[in-house]
């Protein structure tokens, strides 16, 4: 079936520091790709998505490209915030309609 | 005015107790779904409904039921609950029709505990 890995957290880094989260997926076909950040006490919501391969997914700051030759849609930003500071959901979603989540990563930003 | 809402936010109940979590949505989704999440474990998808006449079990539906009373609520219960039922947990719309282009949306979610 479907899977999506996920690097394991928590990462901890200082204010200004770059990020990168890796996210792997296996599939059949071509799913869409997705990132959900999840803020404490909140639901997961949607950060940024891409549908097709060599898409880039952007929002905020951070940005993922979806590449099919090495099935990866790692997560990046150049220069994070204390108020980056959450869980991280990769997610992939085909045609059944079901996405599968990754087990998220708690990202911790330091002053 | 949020566009999944879940009711309630907080609950705590005992052993054997039969509890009820609602899920309404504005959207005008007919896919939604509940998760539940537990440290360290992501998301786990419990049941899922593709319309009002269109229930599916999860990977994990044992000790849940749901019901589907419009497209715009979809309810989860606990018959008799027990104390690993603790956990947080999620409804989210995902779209309608053919495209998988869809995000999900998720509502702020349920902290129940079983004592």
């Known amino acids: 079936g479907d899977s999506v890995t996920q690097m394991e957290g928590p990462v901890t880094l200082s204010e200004e520091a770059f990020l990168t989260i890796n996210c792997t997926y296996t599939?059949?076909?071509?799913?869409?790709l997705f990132w959900y950040v999840q803020y404490p006490g909140e639901g997961l919501q949607l950060l940024l998505k891409?549908?097709?391969?060599?898409d880039k997914g952007s929002n905020k700051g951070f940005e993922a490209t979806y590449r099919k030759e090495t099935t990866s849609f790692h997560l990046e930003k150049g220069s994070v915030q204390v108020s980056d500071s959450a869980v991280y959901f990769c997610?992939?979603?085909?045609?059944?309609?079901?996405?599968?989540f990754g087990r998220g990563t708690s990202l911790i930003v330091h002053p | 005015d949020a566009d999944v809402t879940q009711t309630p936010r907080n609950r705590i109940t005992k052993t054997g107790k039969r509890i009820m979590l609602e899920c309404s949505q504005t959207?005008?989704?007919?896919?939604m779904y509940w998760y539940r999440q537990d440290p360290g474990l992501g998301l786990r998808l419990i049941y899922y409904?593709?319309?009002?006449?269109?229930?599916n079990k999860g990977e994990i539906s044992d000790g849940y039921s749901v019901s589907r009373q419009a497209q715009a609520k979809f309810s989860l219960s606990l018959e008799s609950a027990i104390p690993n039922q603790t956990a947080l947990y999620f409804c989210?719309?995902?779209?309608?029709?053919?495209?998988?282009?869809?995000?999900?949306?998720f509502g702020p979610g349920t902290r129940l505990t079983v004592l």
């Open positions: 997610a992939s979603r085909g045609g059944s309609y079901i996405p599968t």
């Open positions: 599939a059949t076909g071509y799913p869409s």
């Open positions: 891409a549908t097709k391969a060599d």
């Open positions: 959207k005008g989704h007919d896919r």
């Open positions: 409904s593709f319309d009002v006449k269109d229930i």
């Open positions: 989210a719309t995902g779209g309608s029709g053919r495209s998988s282009y869809n995000e999900q949306f």
